[in-house]
């Protein structure tokens, strides 16, 4: 039986403007879709369950027998297993290392895919299911808003796939010059366009995108973690690196470097799921609504976002705090409005969050590197600080696996000015300096984008 989707804002009656959209979906429907005619966002009903003796079957298997068995749990009422595993195993072809910075405590790095981010993971499972599901002779217009890593890892994950363009939008000032490099010369069927204003006023021209009627005629969708697409594949890399490292039913922590939450989502789900999680530990940088939520009960936006050198969790409303509120029983809109509250008893039980500093983050990174020689960059450096910050509070000691979600690489600057060294390039980065294109500015205005938009995309092949 095939799973449904509903929106996060399907109970929302008391906001003007929001006419809550109260039917179910199919996962192809909510793929194509991006987010719901409401502008909540999708989420699963049931969410599947995994035995432990499947989980505990991945040990020493490659990767994307990992994301085989989590999308068979999703997606076998509406994909075939021939195709699934075609996707898995084409989008998956990359290493996917397990460090040990200390007895029992782990770095998960997902820095080596195309971009070097994790956001390759989720980007190119997702690319591989929209090209099996876009409807034949049609056009599908992806929008893109990214603070950092999403933009170039979809563009690159999406470039030259039939019948799909992307159009990605970037903060002027908040992406390194390497990241401003990758979004900048993907090419082809990806434009990129460098917004004057801040993460979030890209992710806003981008809701507002998707519930413009008059552009509903171009196919619109998003590879953003407002799609469920996005989440599904970010549930498997808990599910492997728990077979790789963790005994039958072995509490384990996860620390999970948080901007826009759709990573520690993935590990939200994969507990929901049977994961034996202990604690998901999601540490933000300078923009600490979420730690300020689970200490105060009280939720309120940071806006605008906060500047920190860890820049792609520059964000000030995560888009996916929907999702938690949601799967905890309570209700947040896209502009921040709590039309009702989680059980926050509950979350404090399941999560631990803090805010880290970009003087802890340096800190972090100059400390993990003398200590151990292992080099983090900004973002993994975050997570870091907060699995530290969670064991010193709590003195749980348990098995412990952090997520390094860039390559240090992607930030030579900083690596350089604290450390002394200049970190080796990954292959996928070695021919960046030989590239060629550029950005099309744009400003934060929702008419000027609207008129861009109109005039650059196509409906049909």
Known sequence: MAIRYYSTNRFVHSRAGIDPFTATVT?????????????????????????????????????????????????????????????????????????????????????????????????????RL?????????????????????????GEAYK?????????????????????????????????????????????LVKEAF???????????????????????????YVYAYAQLAGADEEVLFSVPSGNFGDALGCEYARRMGLPVAKLIMPTNENDEFPLYLETGRYTKVSPSRACISNAMNVGHPSNLARFFE???????????????PDLAEMRRRIFSVS???????????????????????????????????????GDMKLAICLETAHPAKFPEEIKSLLGIDPELPESMKDLACRQGGAVNMSRDFPSFKRYLQDTLKIRE
């Open 27 to 127: 996962f192809r429907e909510a793929l194509l879709a991006g987010q719901a005619p409401d502008e909540g966002l999708f989420v699963p009903d049931p969410i599947p369950q995994l035995s432990m003796s499947d989980i505990i079957g991945l040990r020493d298997r490659p990767y994307w027998q990992a994301a085989l068995l989590v999308a068979r749990a999703f997606l076998s009422g509406e994909f075939s297993d021939d195709v699934l595993a075609d996707i898995v195993q084409d989008a998956y072809n990359y290493p996917v290392p397990l460090e040990a910075v200390y007895p029992r405590a782990f770095l998960l790095r997902l820095d080596q895919g195309p971009t070097a981010s994790f956001k390759d993971f989720a980007a190119r499972m997702m690319a």
């Open 356 to 394: 880290v500093t970009d003087e802890q983050t340096r800190r972090t990174i100059k400390s993990v590197y003398d200590r151990y020689r292992v080099i983090l960059e900004q973002h993994g450096a975050v997570g870091w600080a907060g699995l530290e910050a969670y064991q010193k509070k709590t």
């Open 211 to 237: 519930a413009d009627r008059e552009l509903a005629r171009f196919n619109l969708s998003s590879a953003n973690s407002i799609n469920f697409g996005r989440i599904l594949p970010q549930i498997v890399y």
């Open 160 to 204: 030259g796939v039939c019948g799909i363009d992307v159009t990605i939008l970037y903060p002027a000032d908040e992406v390194s010059l390497m990241q401003k490099k990758q979004l900048d010369t993907i090419g082809g069927n990806v434009r990129a366009l460098c917004v004057n204003g801040k993460f979030d006023d890209c992710q806003n």
């Open 327 to 341: 799967l905890y029983g309570g209700t947040v809109d896209r502009a921040g409005v709590v039309h009702r509250y």
């Open 130 to 154: 929209m090209s099996h599901c876009r409807p034949e002779g049609e056009r599908l217009n992806i929008l893109v808003a990214t603070s950092g890593d999403t933009g170039s890892a979809v």
